[in-house]
C-alpha cells in the first residue's frame, strides 16, 4: 500500500488522489522499465531510450526542418534524460 502524504492547496481540498496516481504511475513506470533493462541485458533502460529519442528528434528538427524553438528544447531534454540515466 503507498504512503498517503496528504496537502492542501488555496482551495483546501486534500492532493491525497494525486498523490495515489503518482506513486501507482510510478510503480507502472517502474515496472516497464524492469522489463526493458531485462530484455536489454541491462545495456539500456527507458530513461537512455527516451533520451536518445529526444535528441535525434531534437537534432532532426533542428538541422533539417529549421525548428528553432522546439528542436533546441527537445535536444536539451534528451541531454538531460541520458545525463540522469548515465549518473544513477
Do not use: C
Amino acid at each position: 500500500m503507498p504512503t498517503v502524504v496528504t496537502n492542501t492547496n488555496g482551495s483546501g481540498r486534500s492532493g491525497a488522489h494525486l498523490t495515489i496516481l503518482a506513486q501507482a504511475i510510478k510503480d507502472y513506470v517502474v515496472g516497464i522499465n524492469g522489463v526493458v533493462r531485462s530484455l536489454l541485458r541491462n545495456a539500456l533502460d527507458l530513461t537512455m531510450i527516451l533520451g536518445g529519442a529526444f535528441l535525434a528528434i531534437g537534432a532532426y528538427k533542428v538541422f533539417i526542418t529549421k525548428q528553432m524553438p522546439s528542436g533546441p528544447q527537445l535536444m536539451w531534454w534528451g541531454y538531460k534524460f541520458v545525463e540522469k540515466g548515465v549518473n544513477k
